[in-house]
């Protein structure tokens, strides 16, 4: 939670460019009203196709954000948006309900939160791969953490799922389980400060890469050669250890699980 702004801060950086020019423009700033509350706002442009969107009041707050390579596709943009007003509308309900039942129950009532921030993983002559950062807040103990990853299809205008690359989960972890076991135990180890034994407890086993966030980078910007697999609390540690992040290569064998249609977009490394 960060700390709270005046009643209502709304920050929008936006432009509806309806060519793609990555060359940055000139910012412009206005104040504007927003009934019934009184608010403070602004609207600027740093980057064509760039948004963000930001609202606080004593009920709610409210982050969303996404970058001007995904701005700058028309019909990605369509869906981000509505992913943003999803979010938005469901966090003022949720929020609302809260309110209400603190009341009737006679406790404190502390403002939920959402927040998503999109961001650029890579972009190859055929993908667009993104990736997000999740946080919400719903009066518990502490705000809770997780990810979300899409990939957008240039060549078919499609939005996929990167899993959806693979022939099968199955597959998909039958190629990486291995080393990715390995290195998530070395980072487990480090923050604890002793070995991973296996079967001592719930956080000392392994976990489904395919279960998790899987995202796809390039060193190249030619082709995917990496794979990430971001993991939120509670998922491989305690709450307390944070998040994971666990990147392998592109191996042969994990080039071969891959749908045939998509297997030009890969290379091994």
């Known amino acids: 939670m960060r700390p ?21 423009t000139a910012s412009a700033e206005a104040t504007v009203a927003a009934p019934p509350v009184t608010a403070v706002a602004s609207a600027s442009a740093q980057s064509a196709g760039a948004s963000q969107v930001r609202e ?12 001007a390579e995904a701005g700058r596709i028309a019909a990605l943009r369509q869906w981000l948006d509505g992913e943003r007003d999803k979010a938005q509308a469901q966090i003022i309900k949720d929020a609302t309900e809260g309110r209400a039942e603190a009341r ?28 997000a950062d999740l946080y919400w807040f719903t009066g518990g103990a502490h705000p809770n953490r997780g990810f979300d990853s899409v990939l957008w299809d240039k060549r078919e205008g499609l939005r996929r799922k990167p899993i959806e690359m693979f022939v099968s989960p199955a ?8 080393r990715f076991c390995a290195e998530l135990d070395r980072e487990r180890a480090k923050r604890r400060g002793e070995p991973v034994v296996r079967d001592r ?39 307390v250890e944070g998040d994971y992040e666990i990147t392998l290569p592109v191996t042969p064998a994990l080039l071969a699980t891959i749908k045939p249609e998509y297997r030009d977009a890969f290379a091994p490394r």
Do not use: M, N
């Open 104 to 131: 009737e129950g006679g406790y404190e009532f502390h403002p939920y939160a959402t927040g998503t921030a999109w961001r650029k993983v890579t972009e190859t002559p055929r993908f667009l791969s993104l990736s």
């Open 201 to 239: 407890g719930t956080f000392d086993d392994c976990i489904s890469p395919a279960e998790q966030t899987v995202i796809l980078g390039s060193l190249t910007g030619r082709t995917f050669d990496r794979v990430g697999i971001l993991i939120g609390p509670y998922a491989a540690g305690p709450y």
């Open 171 to 178: 597959r998909f972890d039958a190629a990486v389980r291995q």
């Open 56 to 67: 606080e009041s004593d009920l709610y707050e409210f982050d969303y954000s996404y970058p």
């Open 4 to 24: 709270p702004l005046p009643l209502l801060l709304l920050l929008v950086a936006a432009c509806d460019a309806a060519t793609p020019d990555p060359a940055p």
